[in-house]
């Protein structure tokens, strides 16, 4: 009985006899793939039914993939010997071989559908009595065919490549079989093991001399004696302190006799695996003629890193080096820079010597990727997310929890429409994993639980480390590393009161910042860059005039203001704020599981709501120096008037009564002089004890859209505004 790996290509059924390369290939590329994966089938070892299935318009393949993908990575074992011969070799020779071989092996030969009858081409296919298990027998399998077949010149790319497929055609090719029995799998195996053993000793040089031989963690080592099982020094536990017999002198028959394992695989006093043999220590043999054998250096260090969970890294941006490593305090992966020193001594205490070298990569922030590194793309990925919100969405239907879901409708302002909104903006985050050009503000008196929120629920669900509450005015500080490492950060305690000119900063930051995804990222000590933020922001206030916001504001969400503190709830806990945070936190969980599966209108995601709470924020927050020129655009003289500073002192300049005059002689009229506008400034804006320059407040207007023209005023050319 043979077992078999196969998938029928529709393609060949109408493509019979020989194929043109161009059709080979397609129908190749179909073979172990997602739409035609390999199917396990068992034919009967007889000419008639293996005749039957290898002429059929199919791919097969001797090996067993996970899934059916034709993949190396999802390589499991194999079940016969595929042997490709197209140098022109004719069968019959190749049969003389067969027969000749010790193991007089069991074979059918099929014939290729290329084949020509002055050039041979064919594959042999021998039975194994027992399948070939993971891709370290496999190369010791394809070794021994190489060696026993290999002066005959096969395709040696279907010999060596576990992941190897081969089609077949639509159309009856000859066949012939012969041989007496399986190829014995054990035999062939503990052969190349024990010769592999012999290689290796003698690339190391003689042991006799003193020279250091080292031993790898993908060499395979005998358990239970000479007729023992094989297996991989990776697979073993050291700290079972597992006897094998010794790699160097265990298959030595010159050497000893007797079947007792004189090894153990054990670990050092730097908890580093190493190997001991009594009887090489009783020659003198082995590091410092003691019987001991440590590992390969690459992989030595390598296991400590697995086992201590850390791995060192350049980054390329800074031409600094980086150490990943488990954080005792928070849990998950934390990223520190580390020394050339420090990188020695952080080694040479695991006992492993540092490298020379290390790789490169770019550091960055994937807000929406759970992997750590990909070394293929040099790039290791500065967010770790929590576990909760990795988890699996789980089909068990969630409500939002009971503290989480009071809390958030207490700071929402117990706006239901607004709590509806605010989740669904959230859920969007959490199910794609991205920045979003909106954003909200939560208002309200102090004690009402916007920072509770912020800290114990929004910060374990993203990640504490990634959460930040900072200052509205570290807005104007140049240095903004923060964009490219945080998920979330909360503007606390906001309030639209700066200067004319802090305030345009801030304005045109926080509109940079919603809105772009690459910004300039600029940090104490380093030159600036451009790099990609996925960072959300929430802005939290206990001020009425907390943020200023423009005609047509595509950004903010404004929550009604919520004059309620927390203790005042009646389903606040008996134990009170301590008790609700630890409520909430425990909570976290179950409120990613409800964003996870809540249905999001995408409309409440990137459309801001426009209620009443905004409108009010807009009256609230218009400055009197934006105001002034909304009522010069709309010749308010009855607003000029009644907000002319009526006082007058050397304070203030020019005198109520030269704003008044100015006033006087054009009110009523369809525009508005520079002189007269320029004096209603400096009367009810302007601060300061002599007048604002004509130069400085003609580049105001130019800013607010004003372009002056030549007017006709009592007869004379003036310079003015006609809305």
């Known amino acids: 009985m043979l077992k078999a790996y196969y998938t029928t290509v529709e393609y060949l059924k109408n493509n019979t006899g020989k194929l043109t390369s161009e059709q080979k290939g397609t129908a190749m590329s179909m073979v172990g793939t997602k739409t035609h ?30 899934g059916g993908i034709r993949n190396k990575k999802n390589y499991l074992r194999t079940n016969f010997v595929l042997i490709d011969i197209d140098n022109g070799m004719p069968a019959d020779d190749f049969i003389k071989v067969l027969e000749g071989h010790p193991f007089h092996p069991q074979y059918y030969i099929n014939f290729s559908a290329n084949s020509q009858p002055e050039y041979e081409k064919y594959h042999v296919i021998m039975p194994l009595d027992a399948p070939i298990d993971g891709i370290s027998q496999h190369r010791l399998l394809a070794d021994w065919l190489l060696q026993d077949f290999g002066q005959h010149k096969p395709d040696l790319s279907v010999i060596n490549d576990c992941a190897r497929g081969v089609l077949r055609g639509n159309a009856a090719f000859p066949s012939r079989m012969g041989g007496t029995s399986p190829l014995p799998t054990k035999i062939i195996l503990d052969s190349q093991r ?27 080592v005998q358990l239970d004696g000479p007729e023992g099982d094989w297996a991989l020094l990776s697979d073993l536990d050291p700290k079972d302190k597992p006897r094998i017999l010794c790699h160097v002198c265990g298959h030595r028959q010159d050497l000893r006799q007797g079947t007792a394992q004189n090894a153990v695989y054990m670990l050092n006093q730097h908890n580093v695996p190493f190997i001991f043999c009594s ?9 410092g003629g003691k019987g001991v054998y440590n590992l390969e250096p690459d992989e030595a260090r390598s296991y400590v890193e697995g086992e201590n969970d850390f791995r060192i890294y350049r980054d390329v941006r800074d031409n600094k ?14 990223i520190s820079t580390i020394t050339w020193d420090g990188i020695h001594n952080w ?17 960055v922030m994937d807000f929406g990727c759970d992997d750590l590194v990909d070394e293929k793309k040099h790039v290791v990925n500065l967010y770790q997310a929590p576990a909760v919100l990795k988890a699996e969405t789980k089909e068990q239907l969630y409500d939002i929890p009971f503290f989480t879901g009071h809390l958030i409708r207490h700071i929402t302002g117990d706006d239901p429409e607004c709590m509806d909104r605010f989740l669904d903006w959230l859920a969007y985050i959490v199910q794609n994993r991205r920045k979003l050009c909106t954003t909200w503000l939560l208002q309200g008196t102090q004690g009402t639980g916007k920072g509770l929120f912020f800290n114990h629920v929004l910060a374990p669900l993203f990640g504490k480390t990634y959460c930040m509450m900072q200052d509205m005015k570290s807005i104007l500080s140049n240095f903004n590393g923060n964009l490219e490492d945080k998920v979330f950060i909360g503007l606390d305690e906001v309030q639209a009161d700066f200067t004319d000119i802090d305030r345009n900063v801030i304005e045109a930051r926080i509109k940079h910042w919603l809105g772009e995804e690459h910004i300039r990222i600029e940090r104490k000590g380093v030159d600036a860059r451009m790099a990609r933020t996925c960072t959300n922001f929430l802005f939290f206030s206990n001020k009425r005039n907390a943020v200023q916001l423009e005609e047509g504001d595509r950004r903010f969400n404004i929550c009604p203001r919520q004059e309620a503190k927390l203790e005042t709830r009646s389903w606040l806990p008996n134990g009170g704020i301590d008790e609700l945070i630890q409520l909430l936190e425990k909570e ?14 995408v409309r409440h995601v990137f459309s801001p709501m426009e209620n009443q709470a905004k ?9 009197v120096h934006d105001l002034f020129f909304q009522k010069v655009r709309e010749l308010d003289w009855d607003w000029f008037e009644e907000h002319i500073n009526g006082s007058c002192d050397d304070k203030r300049r020019p005198a109520a009564d030269r704003a008044i005059a100015c006033l006087v002689e054009e009110r009523g009229g369809n525009c508005i002089t520079f002189g007269t506008i320029f004096a209603l400034y400096n009367n009810i804006v302007h601060e300061g004890p002599t007048d604002i320059s004509k130069s400085r407040f003609s580049k105001k207007l130019t800013y607010h ?11 004379q050319s003036v310079k003015g505004y006609r809305p």
Not at 57 to 64: A, L, R
Not at 279 to 287: D, F, H, K, N, P
């Open 615 to 623: 409108r009010d924020m807009m009256a609230v927050t218009q400055s």
């Open 347 to 363: 080694y040479g205490e695991l006992g492993v010597d540092a490298p020379n070298t290390f790789p490169n990569m770019d550091f």
């Open 705 to 715: 859209g004003f372009k002056m023209e030549t007017l006709k005023v009592r007869g």
């Open 279 to 287: 009887s090489c220590q009783s020659r003198g043999w082995g590091i």
């Open 37 to 66: 994966p390999l199917q396990p089938i068992h034919v009967d070892w007889t000419q008639i039914n293996l005749d039957k299935f290898f002429n059929g318009p199919i791919g097969y393949s001797p090996h067993e993939f996970e």
């Open 321 to 334: 080096f980086k150490m990943i490593r488990h954080d005792v305090v928070f849990g998950g992966r934390i």
């Open 194 to 220: 024990q010769q592999k053993t012999i290689e290796h000793l003698q690339k190391q040089g003689s042991v006799i001399d003193g020279k250091v031989m080292y031993v790898s963690l993908q060499d395979e």
């Open 588 to 601: 976290v969980a179950e409120f990613v599981q409800f964003l996870k599966q809540r249905d999001v209108d």
